[in-house]
């Protein structure tokens, strides 16, 4: 059995970069890194729970897989109240966003994480089966955690 102490994220599977103009990101990151396939920009749209309050909102988005790790890009392109994106944008950031770990025991990694660090959830969402929790580390570390769990 594991102590409370050693419970951390041993990996991280997801990077999340967020931009204002996809097209342009996409074709810079296209001639920067070596992708494997083309990358292709989906509008897909999301509900959350940010802050308390249940947001929708649409989006243009690229996940493509880059040296292992799934790599997503997205650009904000409506929004029904604020969210973590949208935040991000507004506050004059593109870029780094968040890194996401698969994880199945995200429930004793938040408990965890809040109580030894004081590190809470500030958004939560589901897309199918998978889940993901975003953590408030942005002040901390430069960019969210974010579980997701499946």
Known sequence: MMKMSEIKL???DQIGIVV???EKATKIFGGVMDFKAKLNIVEQSSTVWYKG????FQMKKVMQNFGGKQFEIVELVDSNGDHL???FIKEGNEGLHHLG???KNADELIEHFKNQYNINVIQTGK???VKFDYLDTKKTLGFYIELISF
């Open 53 to 56: 309050k249940e947001v929708t």
């Open 10 to 12: 041993d990996k991280f």
């Open 101 to 103: 770990a698969y994880t």
């Open 127 to 129: 897309a199918g089966k």
């Open 85 to 87: 994106y949208l935040d």
């Open 20 to 22: 204002k103009d996809i």
